[in-house]
């Protein structure tokens, strides 16, 4: 998959955060279109083309997501398991961005489905170990969620 051709969902409420996954993509050179949305029901609302996001050119569906879990409105929990109960986006990565480091959230991510789990703040490596997997074919455990 090319790089440029990435459209990114970027799920996070925190400005320093959005910041830094955004400085942390460019160094990585993972080039694409980011879009924002800084809660949980906006992700839902991107997601089925609804309301504000209705214009499919201006907000096309993303090839990768990068979710927060502690969300407003609807939590990144809620919003992780609605993505997986679509067969529309069964294959869609999700990787998650959360400052918890604890097992039972790890756990629970893996659970619901995403591909990957992250502790903040966004690291350049952290970006580069996304782009390697969405390289790879969708096959096999996802690499940091391991038991």
Do not use: C
Request: glycine share 6%.
């Amino acid at each position: 998959m090319n790089d440029r051709s990435q459209i990114i969902l970027l799920v996070e409420d925190s400005p320093d955060d959005v910041f830094f996954l955004s400085h942390a993509l460019q160094k990585a050179r993972m080039l694409g279109t980011v879009h924002v949305v800084t809660d949980g029901q906006q992700a839902l609302d991107y997601l089925q083309g609804i309301g504000q996001y209705a214009d499919r050119v201006a907000f096309p569906l993303p090839t990768v997501i990068f979710l927060d879990l502690k969300l407003p409105l609807v939590s990144g929990f809620d919003v992780l398991a609605w993505i997986r109960n679509q067969p529309a986006f069964s294959l869609l990565p999700v990787y998650v961005l959360s400052g918890s480091a604890e097992e039972r959230d790890r756990a629970k991510v893996r659970e619901l489905g995403a591909k990957d789990y992250f502790v903040k703040p966004p690291q350049r490596a952290m970006v580069l170990q996304v782009m390697e997997s969405l390289q790879q074919p969708a096959s096999g455990a996802p690499s940091g969620l391991e038991s």
